[in-house]
């Protein structure tokens, strides 16, 4: 990443003037609060309206203050009665905010991230961190140099199956990975994409890749390391032209670091949709991930992780976007706020969110050249 930058970037603002503290993210060493962290949350859609439910189970550490957008939402039902409504740039610019939450369409999570930081204040973004890997770099350089939190929505990592796969992939308990498949089939019909136009473009973040698939395409790089070459073809396959112009079925095969190779199938052409799967074949056997459950466990003599609670509905997500329940988001929103509490990176940083979008921009440009592109390794 560029470590240079123009010396006329913006300096974040002072610290937030009701909490009481210095500013979350601050240099180490520096004295705690236990005040409650006040958030401003900007895009109440469905995946906002997620954000709020999980922070209304954790208020004892939170109070949401300020939402955009969702007019017809009530709030009172989402547990914050007294939130107030305001447009997106008014919350990106209050003073009293620790926390903004970014979770409108992905074509504003890289100018707002970038507006967050330069006030001052943390920042939790949906997937995927940018369009482009220039913008992610720019959001994680302003980070780095104010010393502020930045965490990507990636609530699959969180999960305790895959907390414990990662854990005994990297011990070398499961053996030398092989080969990592995702396949995401699912359905999205043509009023999906008309009720929102960016879903159907692809400059915008549409598609199936970035806007579908991007959490099964983190799980594998999150699993196996650092990619080194793709390929891909991709192709709209089962939408109206008029109102999707973005791919809605791609193949891309991976090389890792390791030697390792990938595949990923990525479409919401498909009927009814499935439920995502991920497949992990190792030199000692095999796991099958369907969804939030471990669906196949065939390694001998190694105990499966213990069974986890339902995360989602039970196609989680493969035909409704909404089906995908509270306790991934739980789980990350819980280490985002230890990690303000411990002066601690976030279990998946700004960093991780780069990463990731470097790759799904790689699909991309495979898929449109026709050619393999080399990913120089992570550092």
């Known amino acids: 990443m560029d470590s240079t930058r123009p010396a006329t970037t913006p300096a974040p603002s002072p610290t937030p003037a009701l909490s009481q503290a210095p500013a979350p993210g601050h240099a180490p060493g520096q004295a705690q609060t236990l005040a409650r962290r006040r958030v401003g949350l900007v895009g109440l859609g469905s995946i906002g309206v ?13 109070e ?55 006030a001052g204040r943390n920042v939790v973004v949906e997937k995927p ?15 780095a140099q104010s010393g502020l939190l930045v965490s990507v929505m990636a609530q699959r990592r969180l999960e305790p199956q895959h907390l414990d796969i990662k854990r005994r992939l990297d011990a070398g308990e499961l053996g030398r990975p092989l080969l990592g498949e995702t396949f995401v089939h699912w359905h999205r019909d043509d009023d999906y994409y008309a009720r929102a136009s960016w879903r159907g473009r692809q400059e915008s973040g549409g598609g199936s890749v ?62 009814p949709g499935d439920p995502a799967c991920l497949t992990l074949r190792t030199s000692t056997g095999t796991i099958e991930l369907t969804h939030d459950k471990v669906t196949r466990w065939d390694l001998p003599g190694v105990p499966p992780p213990p069974d986890t609670p339902p995360n989602g509905g039970p196609a989680g997500g493969a035909q409704n976007p909404a089906a995908i329940g509270l306790a991934g988001h739980r789980a990350q929103w819980r280490d985002i706020l230890d990690a303000l509490r411990e002066d601690r990176p976030p279990a998946v940083d700004v960093t991780d969110g780069v990463k990731t979008v470097r790759l799904l ?6 898929a449109a050249t026709g050619r393999a592109v080399q990913l120089h390794p992570e550092p």
């Open 210 to 271: 970035m806007n579908q698939s991007v959490h099964n395409i983190d799980l594998l790089r999150w699993f196996l390391g650092a990619p080194v070459e793709v390929t891909a073809q991709s192709a709209t396959l089962g939408h109206d032209p008029a109102v999707m112009s973005a791919e809605d079925t791609t193949v891309a095969t991976l090389r890792f670091v390791s030697g390792a190779l990938g595949v990923v199938v990525s479409s919401t052409a498909v009927l």
């Open 64 to 118: 949401l203050v300020a939402v955009s957008g969702g007019a017809d939402t009530d709030l009172a039902e989402l547990g914050w009665p007294r939130a107030t409504r305001a447009d997106p740039a008014e919350i990106l610019a209050r003073g009293d905010l620790d926390l903004v939450v970014l979770c409108g369409p992905t074509p504003t999570h890289a100018p707002q991230a970038l507006a967050a930081l330069r």
């Open 50 to 62: 997620t954000h709020a439910r999980v922070l209304a189970e954790l208020r004892s550490e939170v």
């Open 361 to 366: 921009c790689a699909i991309y440009s495979a």
């Open 129 to 143: 961190l940018a369009l482009d890997v220039a913008a992610a770099q720019e959001i994680a350089w302003e980070a």
